[in-house]
């Protein structure tokens, strides 16, 4: 008899369909916020006036901005805007933006609570292997100053308790994890996203495909993660080629976001990921490709190497995108091409002579571990990304 758990996050609720500046200002007026501290994209910031809005919204309550996080969230840039907020004396942070900016407020978060003021002192609340085996937070302040998170691609770290933050000492991307740290709100409004670069929503949407593809093909998955992902599946497969044809379509950039958060179920539940994920860390932190630019790389090539180990639920996948009966990997490989988005590691230009720095690196991501088929050594994932080459 199957077995298993689900665990349910401290985010308090998720609001769509409504302007975004409208329903921010009614949450923080809720949650009774009396200094709210913004982490924004520059690019919205300089180009357009959704962050003026934000601000005419929150009136006097809005105590400062911060719109320099680059890609990745470096430590320093954490760092940066995390003595901002404490200057400002924020008691709420809001984001509008991308998964960089996301991730760094969630770090800010623990920054504000466990009085840490340089890059180095991040090392701290590094995650660490609890006793039974699994990896998170160290003994730590909880966050006392939250966020609401309004995002503007479907990479969809908004709905999880982790923070992934690159230390530029060792380009490694690291995980920083306390439940406390996902957004109390998260609001979804399609209308900001039109600003949004379209290779940026296509390849942050194939991230959000890759949530679902590895949490419904993990050995861990449960029926609560299957569902919801599979559904969330089917609305980005849809959502994304109508926007490509169509970036006005509001309702299809809609089903992308919903599709997007319904995405992150199963890891939000306590389900890992797999080797995409993994191996997606090492290119993003060391070779500086995006985050939807990996998953684009490297979901249909892990898919056709953990084939043996979990074909049965990679027809669940195939069915989702409707076409059931054929190869999930094959299936995969034809959406992304269709979407324009690269195809290889040679498109990105990751030669052969980096491979053996990636496989040794992907071992000590969280996710290569707990792939569905065993990846005991960096041969493996050398496997994976000859398929990927």
């Given at each position: 008899m199957q077995s298993g758990r689900v665990v349910l996050s401290k985010m308090d609720e998720v609001q769509f369909g409504k302007p975004a500046a409208q329903a921010v200002a009614e949450l923080a007026k809720r949650y009774d916020a009396q200094r709210v501290f913004l982490m924004v994209s520059g690019?919205?910031?300089?180009?357009?006036?959704?962050?003026?809005?934000?601000?005419?919204?929150?009136?006097?309550?809005?105590?400062?901005?911060?719109?320099?996080?680059?890609?990745?969230?470096?430590?320093?840039?954490?760092?940066?805007?995390?003595?901002?907020?404490?200057?400002?004396?924020?008691?709420?942070?809001?984001?509008?933006?991308?998964?960089?900016i996301t991730d760094g407020a969630k770090?800010?978060?623990?920054?504000?609570?466990?009085?840490?003021?340089?890059?180095?002192?991040?090392?701290?609340?590094?995650s660490v292997k609890q006793p039974d085996g699994s990896m998170g937070p160290p003994p730590m302040n909880p966050p006392k100053v939250r966020q609401i998170s309004v995002p503007t691609t479907l990479s969809a770290g908004e709905f999880s308790a982790i923070s992934g933050v690159t230390d530029e000492r060792t380009k490694v991307k690291e995980l920083f994890r306390h439940p406390g740290i996902i957004p109390q709100a998260v609001v979804l409004d399609a209308s900001v996203t039109v600003h949004t670069p379209m290779w940026l929503w296509l390849s942050t949407g194939i991230r959000a495909v890759d949530h679902c593809v590895e949490g419904v093909c993990s050995n861990e998955a449960n029926p609560?993660?299957?569902?919801?992902?599979?559904?969330?599946l089917s609305l980005l497969t849809s959502g994304l080629k109508r926007v490509k044809d169509n970036p006005n379509d509001l309702q299809a950039r809609m089903d992308c976001q919903i599709g997007s958060w319904l995405s992150m179920a199963p890891l939000a539940a306590g389900v890992p990921m797999g080797a995409s994920h993994g191996i997606g860390y090492v290119l993003g932190a060391v070779f500086d490709i995006?985050?939807?630019?990996?998953?684009?790389?490297?979901?249909?090539?892990?898919?056709?190497?953990n084939k043996s180990a979990n074909g049965e639920r990679q027809k669940l996948i195939s069915a989702a995108m409707g076409q059931p009966g054929r190869d999930a990997g094959?299936?995969?490989?034809?959406?992304?091409?269709?979407?324009?988005?690269?195809?290889?590691?040679?498109?990105?230009?990751?030669?052969k002579e980096h491979f053996e720095r990636i496989s040794t690196q992907a071992m000590g991501t969280p996710w290569v571990p707990r792939n569905p088929r065993p990846i005991p050594t960096p041969a493996e994932v050398r496997e994976i990304l000859e398929l990927a080459y």
């Amino acid at each position: 008899m199957q077995s298993g758990r689900v665990v349910l996050s401290k985010m308090d609720e998720v609001q769509f369909g409504k302007p975004a500046a409208q329903a921010v200002a009614e949450l923080a007026k809720r949650y009774d916020a009396q200094r709210v501290f913004l982490m924004v994209s520059g690019t919205l910031n300089r180009e357009t006036d959704e962050i003026e809005k934000l601000r005419r919204a929150l009136g006097n309550h809005c105590v400062g901005t911060f719109d320099r996080m680059p890609p990745h969230t470096p430590r320093k840039a954490v760092i940066e805007a995390a003595e901002m907020a404490r200057e400002a004396k924020a008691d709420l942070i809001v984001t509008l933006g991308g998964g960089s900016i996301t991730d760094g407020a969630k770090a800010v978060q623990m920054c504000l609570a466990n009085d840490i003021r340089t890059p180095e002192d991040l090392d701290k609340v590094r995650s660490v292997k609890q006793p039974d085996g699994s990896m998170g937070p160290p003994p730590m302040n909880p966050p006392k100053v939250r966020q609401i998170s309004v995002p503007t691609t479907l990479s969809a770290g908004e709905f999880s308790a982790i923070s992934g933050v690159t230390d530029e000492r060792t380009k490694v991307k690291e995980l920083f994890r306390h439940p406390g740290i996902i957004p109390q709100a998260v609001v979804l409004d399609a209308s900001v996203t039109v600003h949004t670069p379209m290779w940026l929503w296509l390849s942050t949407g194939i991230r959000a495909v890759d949530h679902c593809v590895e949490g419904v093909c993990s050995n861990e998955a449960n029926p609560y993660g299957d569902a919801s992902a599979l559904h969330g599946l089917s609305l980005l497969t849809s959502g994304l080629k109508r926007v490509k044809d169509n970036p006005n379509d509001l309702q299809a950039r809609m089903d992308c976001q919903i599709g997007s958060w319904l995405s992150m179920a199963p890891l939000a539940a306590g389900v890992p990921m797999g080797a995409s994920h993994g191996i997606g860390y090492v290119l993003g932190a060391v070779f500086d490709i995006p985050h939807g630019h990996t998953s684009c790389i490297m979901l249909p090539a892990a898919m056709r190497w953990n084939k043996s180990a979990n074909g049965e639920r990679q027809k669940l996948i195939s069915a989702a995108m409707g076409q059931p009966g054929r190869d999930a990997g094959d299936v995969l490989d034809d959406f992304i091409r269709g979407l324009g988005m690269p195809r290889s590691l040679r498109e990105v230009k990751v030669g052969k002579e980096h491979f053996e720095r990636i496989s040794t690196q992907a071992m000590g991501t969280p996710w290569v571990p707990r792939n569905p088929r065993p990846i005991p050594t960096p041969a493996e994932v050398r496997e994976i990304l000859e398929l990927a080459y």
